[in-house]
C-alpha cells in the first residue's frame, strides 16, 4: 500500500512534466517529426520567456491565494512608459530601457498591493480588474493609442540576441528566464520570506497569529509580479522593437494558466517555479504545434482554455483527495 501512495506522490509531482512529453510525443507524431526539429525547437525557446516570466510572477501571487488580472496591462504601461522616457530624451539605451521599466512595473505591482492592504478592497479579483483598465487605458494616453518604435540593437538585444552554433543557438531572453527561475526558486523555498509567502497562502489568518505581518507579504508579491511582467516586458520590446500599448491583451490569462497547468492551486500555498515554467512551455507547444497543423488561432484559444479547466479540474480532485487522507488520518489518530 505504501508502495502505491509512493508512486501516486510522484506522479503528482511529475503529473505537469509527463503531460508535456506526451504532448510532445502527440504533436511530433502529428506533424511527421517537424515539431522536434532544431529550428521549431529553438522557436518554442524564443516563445517561451514573456508568458514564462510573467507566469512566475504571477505565481507569488497565486500563492497567496490571490490573482492579478492586471498582469497584460503591467507590461504595457512599463514598455510604454519606458519607450516615452527614451523618445523624449532622444536616446535609445539599454541603460535607461531597463530601469525605467522596471521601476514601473514594481510600482504598478505595489498600488495593486496597496489597494488589498491599505485600502482593504474585499478580493484581489476586484481590485486588480480595476488596475487591468487603467494601466491600459494610461498606456494608450500616454503613447497616443500609436507604438512606438525604432530602437536600437542595444535596445533589443535582450529579446533578439541568441547564443550557440549556427545550427543550434538559444536566446538569450530564454537563458535569462531560467536564471530568474532558478533565483526565485532559491528565494521560495530558501528564505524567510518564501516561506512567509507559502504560510500565508496555506492559511492567512494563522500567519498573522503567528506574528507574520501579512500586508507587507502581500505587497511585495503583487511588486514582484511588476517587476516579472516588467521583465516581460523588456523581452517583448527586443522581440517586436515597438513599445506598444495594447501589448499582450491575453498575458495575464497566459500566466494563471502556466501556473494552474503546472500543479499550482487557487487556494494558495501550492505551487513551484519549475511547475509553472513546464505550464509555460506547454503553453508555447499547444501555438507552436496548432501553427505547424494550420489549426487557426480561434481553435488555439480553444484548446488552450479546455486545458486550463482541466488542469483546475485536476486540482479540484487533488485537493479533495487531500482532505479526505487528512479527515482518515485524523480519525485513525482519534481511535489510537
Known amino acids: 500500500m505504501s508502495s502505491v501512495n509512493t508512486l501516486k506522490r510522484i506522479i503528482g509531482k511529475l503529473g505537469p512534466l509527463l503531460a508535456l512529453v506526451l504532448l510532445i510525443i502527440i504533436l511530433t507524431i502529428a506533424t511527421d517529426g517537424k515539431f522536434i526539429s532544431a529550428s521549431n525547437i529553438i522557436n518554442i525557446f524564443r516563445q517561451t520567456p514573456i508568458i514564462a516570466l510573467m507566469g512566475v510572477g504571477m505565481l507569488c501571487v497565486i500563492l497567496l491565494g490571490g ?86 540593437a542595444g535596445v533589443t538585444w535582450i529579446g533578439t540576441a541568441r547564443v550557440g552554433s549556427p545550427q543550434f543557438n538559444i536566446p538569450v531572453s530564454f537563458i535569462m528566464t531560467i536564471l530568474l527561475y532558478a533565483i526565485t526558486h532559491i528565494f521560495l523555498t530558501r528564505t524567510g520570506l518564501g516561506r512567509k509567502i ?54 495575464d490569462l497566459d500566466a494563471i494558466a502556466a501556473c494552474i497547468i503546472g500543479g499550482a492551486s487557487f487556494l494558495g500555498g501550492k505551487g513551484n517555479v519549475w511547475g509553472t515554467l513546464i505550464g509555460a512551455i506547454m503553453i508555447a507547444v499547444i501555438r507552436n504545434g496548432c501553427d505547424l497543423m494550420g489549426v487557426s488561432s480561434d481553435l488555439q484559444q480553444i484548446v488552450i482554455g479546455a486545458v486550463i479547466v482541466l488542469a483546475v479540474f485536476v486540482d479540484v480532485l487533488r485537493s479533495k483527495a487531500e482532505a479526505k487522507a487528512k479527515r482518515l488520518a485524523i480519525g485513525k489518530t482519534q481511535d489510537a
Do not use: W
Not at 478580493?123 to 536600437?152: D, E, M
Open 67 to 152: 490573482i492579478d488580472l492586471s498582469a497584460g496591462s503591467m507590461l504595457a504601461i512599463s514598455i510604454c512608459v519606458s519607450g516615452c522616457v527614451l523618445k523624449n530624451l532622444g536616446i535609445s539605451s539599454m541603460f535607461v530601457l531597463l530601469p525605467v521599466c522596471i521601476l514601473t512595473g514594481i510600482a504598478a505591482g505595489t498600488v495593486n498591493g496597496l489597494l488589498l492592504t491599505k485600502l482593504h478592497l474585499p478580493h484581489p479579483f476586484i481590485a486588480t480588474l480595476g488596475t487591468k483598465n487603467i494601466y491600459r487605458g494610461l498606456a494608450l494616453l500616454i503613447t497616443g493609442a500609436a507604438a512606438i518604435s525604432g530602437f536600437s
Open 198 to 251: 507559502y504560510s500565508f497562502g496555506g492559511n492567512k489568518e494563522a500567519a498573522r497569529l503567528a506574528g507574520i505581518n501579512t500586508d507587507r507579504v502581500q505587497i511585495f508579491c503583487y511588486a514582484a509580479s511588476g517587476f516579472f511582467c516588467a521583465m516581460a516586458g523588456i523581452v517583448y520590446v527586443g522581440r517586436l522593437n515597438s513599445a506598444v500599448p495594447l501589448a499582450s491583451l491575453e498575458g
